[in-house]
């Protein structure tokens, strides 16, 4: 009797205090995202609006190493465009002949650079804190899209019972409330040159979009595909049932 009231206990008390999950959890707001439901596509705008929010903010402290250049002609750029963009970065290759590392200007088919040398490297730079890769972010967040967004736009003034160290913020999503990344986004930060707002809240939602795409970029083919096989189901159920219908008409 005991050691079932005990195990309701801890069942019920779990998920409401989340002392297992290392602190509260606030569910994320619900976006409607234009990749969602079965016919969702990727906007190919918000793509490149996302990519210019990762590139000029995020890619200081965050690899995505899933990534190369040649990648973003799914973003609706041309060979040209992908060339010229990787051609401003610039990566490190060899050994040359006389057997040392060399800088070169990036090509299509190398993979995005990491802004540090190595993970130590990273989270030294970040006060201890390493700043997760993010090619696979969406996937690896429950609700990633609403949560990433939730994240971004979800910093404020820390209630006066919180305790936050030195290079810690308080912001509304994280489990537990306490995250080492200053607030990277802000109004006006980022300026699209397609005349969407230049708000955190669009950034956000584009920066997720691009993220989303990095995570799962053959998402349209398998809609397409899947959509395919179910109509070519029903129709073949309605051939059977035809079929089936013709066989036995003769039994009474
Ligand atoms: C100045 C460095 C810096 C910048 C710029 C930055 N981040 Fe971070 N980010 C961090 C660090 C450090 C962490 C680890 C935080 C922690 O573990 O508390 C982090 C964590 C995260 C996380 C994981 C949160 C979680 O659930 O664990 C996400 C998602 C994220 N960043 C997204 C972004 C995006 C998107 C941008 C660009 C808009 C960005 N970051 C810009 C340093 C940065």
Redesign the pocket.
């Given at each position: 009797m005991i050691r079932s009231l005990l195990l309701i206990a801890v069942l019920v008390l779990v998920p409401v205090t989340g002392f297992a999950g290392g602190g509260e959890t606030v569910p994320p707001p619900h976006h409607h995202w234009h990749f969602s439901g079965v016919n969702g596509t990727y906007d190919k705008a918000a793509l490149q609006r996302g990519y210019k929010?990762?590139r000029e903010?995020?890619a200081?402290?965050?690899s995505m190493k899933q990534l190369s250049f040649r990648n973003l002609t799914d973003l609706g750029y041309d060979d040209s465009q992908v060339k010229a963009i990787a051609g401003e970065y610039s990566v490190v290759d060899g050994p040359n002949e006389e057997g040392k590392m060399f800088e070169r200007p990036a090509r299509p088919s190398d993979a995005f650079p990491s802004p540090f040398e190595n993970d130590k490297a990273a989270a030294y730079a970040?006060g201890g804190?390493?700043?997760?890769d993010?090619s696979l972010?969406i996937k690896a967040?429950h609700h990633g899209p609403d949560y990433?967004h939730a994240?971004?736009t979800g910093y404020k003034d820390a209630p006066h019972d919180a305790h936050l160290l030195e290079g810690q913020y308080w912001n509304k999503y994280?489990p537990g409330h306490v995250?080492?990344?200053?607030p990277?986004?802000s109004d006006g930060q980022v300026a699209y040159e397609d005349g969407s707002p230049d708000t955190l809240d669009q950034y956000a939602s584009d920066?997720v979009e691009f993220l989303t795409w990095a995570g799962d970029p053959y998402m349209e083919t398998r809609k397409r595909t899947g959509m395919k096989a179910i109509i070519f189901l029903l129709v073949f159920a309605g051939v059977m049932y035809g079929v089936k219908r013709k066989i036995w008409s003769d039994v009474h």
């Open positions: 929010v990762y903010v995020c200081s402290c965050h970040n804190a390493l700043p997760p993010l972010i967040r990433i994240i971004l994280m995250i080492a990344m200053a990277p986004l920066v």
